[in-house]
């Protein structure tokens, strides 16, 4: 019946060099015309990296104190606008965050860099970009696709793996993504760049960075408030942050907040995509000084 009322999935199409699908390529024109503020920080990451994770961390960040309320009562994707989203019968991301009286604007974005709104690097914009191992990536975006209706068609996993190094996948080339943000971090002080692996190995450390970067100081108490609320166990029961309210999502598939663990990627490889994908990736990411860890 729930399938029913929905369109068929979205078909993945090339896009200026990148694939997507065209719920996030229809607003295209407000979305390059955007206007950014000084003050919004743009939350940028390939899907699966971790985005909610430090999403609800920037939030609690800046309205955890003054706004408690709003961690329990808002869905994240009205307190973080998802910038390309366009999607019929709902808001689209660049009408949320017009109309956000907040400041400043937690916007989210999976943009390669090369798509990003020119008028985030005209203001300066903070931006604030996850990655996360690509074999765990991988593996998280695969659960995802099967239990996303508005995501193209994932197939198996061994069909699924090889389109993945491919880079057919919506927003493109994991390699391309994580590659391309990279190296424009290397001349742009304004952008902080995160591993989802550090967060999960220590999230003291990783939200001491993130406040320095954003010249914030949190007493002891709102510390242990933001790590708290953050946690895996938290944000899995927490309604607004699990998108239990997404009526295209099918828990009984796979849910959103699905393991939240390093190391998954070991429950899907056989030890001969394993060697495949350990070729392939030693070729595509020879020319990077970028490095990831798998495990923990
Ligand atoms: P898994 O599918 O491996 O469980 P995104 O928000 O970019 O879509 O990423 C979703 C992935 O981040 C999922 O990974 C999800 O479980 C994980 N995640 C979300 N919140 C997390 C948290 N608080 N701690 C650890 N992992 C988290």
């Known amino acids: 019946q729930k399938e029913m009322d929905l369109p068929p999935r979205p078909e993945l199409f090339e896009f200026h060099g990148v694939s997507m699908i065209h719920y996030f ?3 295209w024109e407000s979305v390059q015309n955007f206007q950014a503020k000084p003050d919004d920080i743009v ?3 390939y899907p699966k990296a971790g985005t909610t994770w430090v999403s609800h961390m920037l939030d609690l960040l800046y309205f955890g104190k003054c706004s408690p309320e709003r961690g329990s009562s808002m869905p994240i994707f009205e307190r973080v606008p998802f910038l390309e989203f366009c999607v019929p019968g ?3 991301g660049v ?3 017009e109309s956000m009286t907040s400041s400043p604007r937690l916007i989210k974005t999976h943009f390669p860099v090369q798509f990003l709104p020119k008028s985030f690097w005209e203001q300066k914009c903070r931006i ?3 990655a996360r191992n690509s074999k765990d990536n991988a ?3 695969f659960h995802f696709d099967r239990m996303n209706m508005v995501e193209p068609e994932p197939g198996d996993w061994p069909s699924f793996l090889q389109r ?3 880079g057919k996948m919506v927003f493109g080339s994991w390699y391309d993504h994580v590659k391309g943000w990279w190296e424009k971090k290397q001349t742009n002080p304004k952008i902080l760049y995160l591993m989802y692996e550090d967060l999960a190995e220590d999230m003291g450390r990783e939200l001491d960075r993130v406040c320095s970067f954003l010249g914030l100081s949190l007493t002891e108490e709102e510390r242990c408030k933001v790590i708290e609320g953050v946690g895996f166990d938290a944000m899995k029961k927490n309604s607004m942050t699990n998108y239990s309210t997404i009526k295209v999502m099918d828990f009984k598939i796979s849910p ?3 393991k939240g663990k390093v190391g998954d990627w070991k429950n899907h490889f056989t030890v001969s995509q394993n060697e495949q994908f350990d070729k392939e990736y030693k070729k595509k990411m020879t020319h990077t000084t970028l490095r990831f860890r798998t495990e923990i």
């Open 25 to 27: 390529t229809d607003n």
């Open 43 to 45: 939350i940028a990451t």
């Open 90 to 92: 709902l808001p689209t």
């Open 95 to 97: 009408e949320v965050a």
């Open 128 to 130: 604030i970009y996850v």
């Open 139 to 141: 593996v998280s975006y």
């Open 164 to 166: 993945f190094q491919e």
């Open 256 to 258: 959103f907040m699905r």
